[in-house]
């Protein structure tokens, strides 16, 4: 009886501590790395907002107040930012930009990894490499060769400067991208079609594309963010204060001498990394899926 006892008891409490520790480990395991992952993530975001919304005796008195810590929030410096500054212009400027490089990007390179992934021509797989190995290449030995071809085309302190040249380090990585997309798509779809009559630019445009839209979103999004956040070309191709792109000039234009105006400047910082946010959020579904392959045989 004694023993039916302990053993009922033992059945009891078996569970609970099961349960404990599968519970414990999980948080060691899961939990607490996502946390730490997060917080180093979202940290330099929460350090932008804070320093936006401090007045700048907040700023620079830390003796006295807490610097992770808004006591009294201003609107002055987000208020300086769009009234007295041409931030507004630089945005602008820098979504037609991001935007115009990133659709000429696209274009170019699905032509390419279609031509070098479906036409196997002599030599495609080289071809490819040499694609890819160009963009390697780093922009800071490419941006004299190329501010002389864009003085000599009259293109100098124009934001279609940019657009024209962000393309030759944009290219070279979504055409590499996009060469592997197309790689996972059956091939028997085409030669279907083919067989019926169709053309390859019919194709490309009803079959193809279609099929390999999360992976030109991914492209999208890569060319997108690099156009945006692009700093070299931009500085050197880019004089005038109204021309400039966010990244440049609230680092040249915000900061006078010795001067740094932090509370425009993380402003500045925080308003223009929204758009990217949002156009992540929009598109990351597709993009998911993007790394997954397209088609499952």
């Known amino acids: 009886m004694t023993d039916a006892v302990a053993q009922a008891s033992v059945a009891q409490t078996a569970p609970d501590t099961m349960a404990w520790d599968s519970g414990l480990r999980r948080l060691m395991m899961i939990y607490l790395p996502l946390g730490c992952f997060v917080l180093i993530l979202l940290f330099p975001f929460y350090w932008m ?5 401090k007045p700048n005796a907040e700023l620079m008195n830390y003796r006295e107040h807490n610097p992770f810590w808004i006591s009294s929030p201003t609107l002055a410096h987000i208020k ?3 009234f007295d500054t041409a931030y507004p212009r630089w945005l602008w400027t820098t979504m037609m930009v991001a935007i115009g490089s990133t659709t000429l990007s696209l274009v170019a390179s699905t032509l390419a990894a279609y031509a070098i992934e479906r036409l196997r021509f002599r030599g495609s797989p080289y071809v490819g490499l040499g694609i890819y190995l160009a963009y390697l290449v780093p922009p800071s030995i490419l941006f004299i060769p190329l501010a002389t071809v864009v003085v000599q085309f009259g293109l100098f302190d124009s934001p279609l400067a940019l657009i024209l040249v962000y393309p030759t380090f944009l290219v ?3 055409t590499w991208l996009l060469i592997g997309y197309f790689k996972s798509i059956p091939y028997e779809l085409e030669e279907c079609a083919l067989v019926d009559g169709a053309t390859r630019l019919q194709i490309l445009r009803r079959i193809t594309l279609p099929l390999a839209v999360p992976g030109l979103i991914s492209a999208g999004i890569f060319s997108f963010t690099l156009s ?3 700093f070299i070309y931009a500085l050197a191709f880019i004089q005038s204060g109204a021309n400039k792109t ?3 000039a609230i680092l040249t234009e915000l900061v006078t001498g010795d ?6 400047l993380m402003a500045g910082s925080l308003l223009g990394s929204l758009p990217v946010a949002i156009f992540y959020s929009l598109f990351v579904d597709y993009y998911v899926s993007s790394l997954t392959g397209a088609v499952k045989e």
């Open 49 to 53: 907002a804070i320093t936006s919304f």
């Open 80 to 82: 300086h930012l769009l």
């Open 172 to 174: 070279p990585f979504c």
């Open 228 to 230: 945006w956040n692009e």
């Open 246 to 248: 966010v990244p440049v």
């Open 259 to 264: 001067v740094y105006q932090w509370g425009a």
